[in-house]
């Protein structure tokens, strides 16, 4: 495939940004990201990925926002880009936005987990068990000990298993 299609699809991606956000007016066009433009080989068709801050109802009703204007973002690239045949627009949801958004939330909690396990409760920090603090026995003790410090501390690794 020739570099074309590709060279195309980038002037399109930073038209149709611009347009979204300095001439289209249509109040149900959200927050609207333009992420990247496929064009096909022959440069007849052009699908247009964006991502739409909000939930499923504001993704829709920009979608079909943009939809209704695609006639008019066509005829603003023949103008801008000079060129006389204009691929069909296509807008399209991208769906690797809500991955990345998935990814990043699970990141978070386990982030807020792990702090949340190595902090010491309020009431533990101010004065510690009267067990801990006569000093370990020779009953119990040793065999809690592992068990608790690797509860304690996820990030450090586990002598006995060595992960």
Do not use: N, W
């Not at 504001?58 to 000079?82: C, D, P, T």
């Amino acid at each position: 495939m020739g570099r074309r299609p590709e060279r195309l699809g980038e002037a399109i991606r930073e038209e149709v940004a611009r347009m979204i956000v300095f001439e289209l007016k249509d109040p149900r066009i959200g927050l609207v990201t333009v992420t990247r433009v496929e064009v096909s080989h022959d440069l007849s068709h052009a699908r247009v990925h964006v991502g739409v801050l909000g939930d499923e109802a504001e993704r829709r009703k920009s979608l079909q926002a943009l939809e209704r204007a695609s006639g008019f973002v066509r005829h603003e690239l023949a103008q801008r880009l000079g060129i006389r045949q204009v691929p069909e627009i296509d807008f399209r949801y991208d769906k690797g936005l809500d991955a990345t958004d998935r990814v990043a939330r699970l990141l978070d909690e386990d982030r807020a987990a792990s702090a949340a396990a190595a902090r010491p409760a309020d009431g533990d920090a101010a004065a510690p068990p009267s067990d801990a603090a006569a000093g370990p026995s020779a009953e119990g003790d040793a065999a809690a000990g592992p068990s608790t410090l690797a509860s304690a501390s996820s990030d450090d690794e586990d002598p006995d298993t060595g992960s």
